[in-house]
């Protein structure tokens, strides 16, 4: 039994398919169903089922896969170990940033971080936080960028910065007459919400604690753009709450509908996320000091203050 045969196992079981798994490991497809044959007749079983399409685990295949996923990536730590003896940070990082995130923050450090360290090769991808968790737990990606605490036993979290929300209440709305308003202002049924698989819908309807059943609203609208529910609250389709990075660059018009809560502002913690076999954690050590440094060194806006801890 070989690392190299229980990679190509998982890109198989990845995949479903013999000829794309040997596209995605650089290696002709007879190397590949050659080395987990010989997996196969080595443990005397079968990790898949040919005869279904596409290709299926065998039960005791899934019991495989899952132990095939901590060896590979504890043979990962080797050279991890390696790399943080010579000091050195750099190679192939992939990260996942969920969309409610990625438009603000990744312009903000992304050009600094390269030019901090130009040895890594990053591959980004905007994703939900549930295709995060998967894809964290799968080995795809190295770390992410999401809102937090997840709870996930997994995954461990380093904080990087807890993001106010901002209240975007159009002229003919209740309240906006209201220079400073209340969790308890809010009401779900004339609220414009990001769709589901959006971690900061659950964050605003979190805040409204009394709540109608939706069943019996007669009008809801949620959207997976941002920018789409700005534009369809100034059609006066109803308020909505925005992260606070969002609001910088907002023209003048758009910021006078701008309402901020009373303290403590309500907020969204925002972390690198991990998984709890901590490789690259130079790489990830180093984009954490970095956010931190720019979210603590500059943005404060109308009395509303980011908040960035100090790195671990």
Do not use: W
Not at 38 to 46: P, S
């Amino acid at each position: 039994m070989t690392i190299t045969q229980l990679y190509y196992v998982l890109a198989v079981a990845e995949n479903q398919n013999f000829t794309k798994a040997a596209e995605k490991c650089f290696v002709t497809q007879p190397t590949l169903s050659m080395q987990i044959q010989k997996l196969e007749d080595k443990l005397d079983v079968l990790i898949f089922d040919r005869s279904k399409k596409p290709i299926e685990l065998t039960d005791v295949g899934r019991k495989i896969v899952t132990q095939a996923r901590n060896i590979v990536n504890e043979s990962y730590r080797i050279q991890d170990i390696v790399d943080q003896q010579k000091g050195f940070i750099g190679g192939e990082f992939k990260l996942g940033i969920i969309p409610t995130v990625m438009p603000t923050l990744l312009p903000m450090f992304l050009k600094a971080f390269i030019k901090k360290h130009p040895k890594i090769k990053l591959k980004i991808e905007e994703l939900t936080t549930e295709e995060i968790i998967s894809r964290i737990n799968d080995g795809h990606l190295d770390a992410a960028i999401a809102s937090t605490p997840l709870e996930n036993d997994n995954i461990k979290e380093r904080v990087l910065y807890f993001e106010p929300f901002v209240a975007y209440i159009p002229e003919t709305h209740r309240l906006h007459n209201k220079k400073e308003i209340e969790t308890t202002n809010l009401e779900i049924d004339d609220m414009l919400l990001l769709e589901d698989g959006h971690c900061f819908r659950d964050g605003v309807t979190n805040l409204c604690k009394a709540l109608k059943n939706q069943s019996d609203e007669s009008f809801q609208l949620e959207s997976g753009s941002i920018e789409t529910l700005i534009k369809l609250s100034d059609e006066g389709m109803g308020m909505t709450l925005l992260p606070y990075l969002h609001t910088l660059d907002l023209n003048e018009k758009a910021k006078k509908n701008l309402h901020y809560f009373n303290e403590p502002s309500p907020a969204r913690e925002v972390s690198l996320i991990y998984h709890k076999s901590e490789l690259k954690m130079q790489i990830i050590e180093a984009m954490q000091t970095i956010i931190s440094g720019i979210i603590r060194g500059a943005i404060t806006f109308q009395n509303v203050k980011i908040i960035s801890p100090l790195p671990k």
